[in-house]
């Protein structure tokens, strides 16, 4: 029989609907029956790609002995993570809290009134390795819960109480950020680098792409090649690694390994997206088209396995099929030969170091490439056009015959940040790449979001929407990042639509999420459910900081509009965390961009200029595809209701608009404007001028 999870639309929920466990989601109604049966509560974090969430289910929530010991003595409830990380975010900092580590799944034990007061992550039926069983941790704090109670309850207390944010009157006084704060977070990052493998750390090793964009505007700013070998270092390793899908395109989570040959295997939606920003930013400081084509495959794979047929795109893909972890992604050279043929098949099993001992479990291998084109070229004495013809043709073939598999499960659930950074992401690739498709797929992502990820009204941003149903209030990542896909999708086709549906979330942003009394955001709306902590977000995961984009996005919309009562808030917001970014600079590096950003100089753009003119349209390409971070830019077309519509939301642009002497250029920078310019000329020769020396400029599309 079906648990009450059934009626829930989180594919993660909707996994465990069918346990013997009952299930409660998160509710009053779960936590009144622990009040009325007094029974301690059994809370199980998770997401639906989530390898070890899958092991937990397999082994204890669906067994039945597992099922009549949680229903007998507690309540169960699951949660979604990714519907739900305000409360991820609170139940795995008392994790770390208390064990010093944290993951998935998140096993939570907690009083009737929600404070918890035990924690874990995975736990084995039975004991092994070392590690307790589920069942035992039942039946001991069974016991406590029946004959310690006053422990117990001593304990939550203590726990709650330890997980409040500090007081942040301190931080009010504190100085601000400035350069000393980047040079920091550099020789932090320098320390750590992988020269070897690239990346930062040993292994487990994560993609950490704001880490990436980071080093690219320290380039920008001083010239240091260093900062530039970093990021050229480690995304030509993980394109070339394990981590990379070699047949079908897109990043995996993560390399359990230094070398990034062995991935855990699910893809993100996330990652897709913040990675693309990555390569898409290296492609216009080098102009190297191997960049340019990373990001075409990855928007490639994003278009063909994650989109919605409505325009947005979903969250992921599991790391398992037939119930074994990557699965669907391995090969053998039997298998790879029969398909292929003896000679193809040898020459793509020896390119992509498919072996018969192999690289993972049982002899299968993960493909990977451990020598460049142009070294291969000359070892198998092919020449090079000759041989990427034939292993394109070979990669086609075997994802044609990888189809044909049992796929990993999707996760077909939309939620609203994470659309938003693809958002970001396909925008400013149409900006650097030129190609309309990513901006056409921008704009209909974006309408679906705002379309079904609000009310009519407008007043609220929903998080998740699947199945026709929009749920849960919006949290500080789902504004923050849609914002910022917003801005980036106004400087690439720009629409005053986007500028304003921007400002309209900002200011929804400020009134739900602000702290105006110490400064930054809460992650949770003033609106929201009362929690044991509210809390704001800072530390950069694998996604960058809610409270990072936020700022940044009120400095950006600071210039766009000429509103400095948005950078004096983003600088009461810097102000409130500086002292815990001094700390450990590199693990603020999002944050970091926008202190770079309001360290400036920053560059206002203003074109104008008729859209059937091809020397504005050629300004606006050379303006887009060239990397200054710092940038904004406004066009005046000459259509008056457009220009009319985006000077009442910059008044700044009265008097600018188009006129009949042709197409010409405003530059502000440094809180000083110059002379227009008038010929492309001109134009790359300011542009230039924001780069440092020496540095390579962007090949045009």
């Known amino acids: 029989m079906a648990n009450r999870l059934n009626q829930e639309k989180s594919p993660y929920l909707l996994q465990h609907a069918a346990n013997p466990v009952d299930w409660f989601p998160w509710s009053d109604e779960a936590f009144a029956k622990a009040v009325a049966e007094d029974k301690p509560v059994f809370l199980s974090v998770g997401y639906a790609t989530c390898h070890w969430c899958h092991v937990m289910a397999h082994e204890s929530f669906e067994d039945h002995e597992v099922a009549e010991r949680l229903n007998r003595d507690f309540v169960a409830i699951k949660v979604d993570r990714e519907e739900r990380p305000d409360l991820d975010q609170i139940f795995m900092t008392v994790c770390q809290a208390m064990t010093g580590r944290g993951g998935w799944p998140l096993s939570v034990f907690m009083t009737p009134e929600r404070r918890p007061f035990f924690a874990g992550t995975y736990f084995p039926k039975e004991n092994r390795l070392g590690m307790p069983g589920f069942l035992g941790i039942l039946e001991q704090i069974s016991g406590l819960w029946k004959n310690q109670r006053r422990k117990v309850l001593d304990h939550g207390a203590t726990v709650t109480a330890a997980i409040q944010p500090r007081p942040a009157d301190a931080a009010q006084a504190s100085p601000g950020l400035d350069q000393a704060v980047l040079e920091q977070a550099f020789d932090q990052l320098k320390s750590v680098f992988d020269p070897t493998w690239g990346g930062f750390g040993t292994a487990p090793k994560f993609p950490t792409p704001h880490q990436l964009t980071f080093l690219l505007r320290r380039h920008q700013r001083t010239g240091d090649p260093e900062a530039l070998a970093m990021v050229e270092k480690s995304l030509a390793a993980m394109r070339h690694g394990g981590i990379f899908d070699q047949v079908g395109f897109g990043f995996h989570r993560y390399s359990v390994d230094q070398q990034w040959l062995v991935p855990h295997f699910e893809k993100m939606l996330y990652d897709q997206a913040m990675l693309a920003m990555a390569y898409t930013e290296t492609y216009q400081v080098t102009g190297r088209p191997f960049y340019a084509a990373v990001v075409r495959e990855i928007f490639a794979y994003v278009d063909r396995d994650l989109s919605h047929p409505d325009g947005a795109f979903t ?172 801005l980036e999708l106004y400087q690439a086709g720009f629409d005053p639509l986007r500028l304003e549906q921007a400002i309209d979330l900002q200011r929804q942003l400020i009134d739900l999420f602000h702290d105006s009394t110490a400064g930054g955001f809460y992650f949770s709306g003033s609106d929201g459910e009362a929690l044991i902590v509210r809390d704001k977000e800072i530390h950069d995961s694998a996604i960058p900081s809610s409270n990072s984009v936020a700022i940044e996005n009120l400095l950006r919309l600071s210039r766009l509009t000429g509103n400095t009562g948005w950078e004096e808030l983003a600088e009461r917001s810097m102000k409130c965390f500086a002292e815990l970014v001094r700390g450990y600079p590199m693990a603020y590096t999002q944050l970091l961009q926008a202190v770079d950003f309001a360290l400036g100089p920053s560059r206002e753009w203003v074109v104008v200029g008729s859209a059937a003119d091809p020397d504005t349209g050629a300004m606006i390409r050379l303006i887009q595809s060239t990397y200054c971070p710092s940038k904004s830019v406004h066009w005046l077309n000459g259509d008056q209701a457009a220009e009319q519509r985006l000077i009442q939301l910059a008044p700044h642009l009265q008097g600018l608009q188009a006129g009949g002497d042709g197409a010409r250029v405003y530059l502000c920078e440094g809180f000083s404007c110059q002379q227009p310019l008038r010929s492309l000329a001109e134009l790359k020769r300011a542009l230039a001028g924001g780069a440092p020396s020496g540095s390579p400029q962007p090949e045009q599309p």
Request: glycine share 8%.
């Open 315 to 486: 969250c992921a893909e599991d790391a398992d099929s037939e119930g074994r972890e990557g699965l669907f992604y391995l090969w053998t050279p039997d298998r790879v030969q029969a398909l292929l043929g003896a000679d193809l098949g040898d020459l793509t099993c020896r390119f992509y170091d498919i072996s018969k001992v192999g690289n993972f479990e049982d002899g299968f291998s993960i493909p990977h490439i451990t020598k460049s084109m142009e070294v291969f070229s000359d070892l198998s004495r092919t020449p090079l056009a000759v041989l990427g013809e034939r292993l394109e043709t070979a990669r086609k073939r075997l994802f044609e015959e990888r189809c044909k598999r049992v796929r990993p499960l999707r996760d077909d659930k939309v939620l609203a940040s994470w659309n938003g950074l693809m958002i970001a992401a396909l925008a400013k690739g149409y900006q650097a790449l030129g190609d309309t498709t990513y901006l056409r797929a921008a704009e209909r992502a974006a309408d679906f979001v705002l379309e079904r990820l609000r009310p009519t009204d407008g007043r609220r941003l929903y998080r998740r929407w699947r199945d026709g149903e929009a749920a849960h209030p919006g949290f500080l990542d789902d504004y923050a990042f849609l914002i910022w896909g917003l």
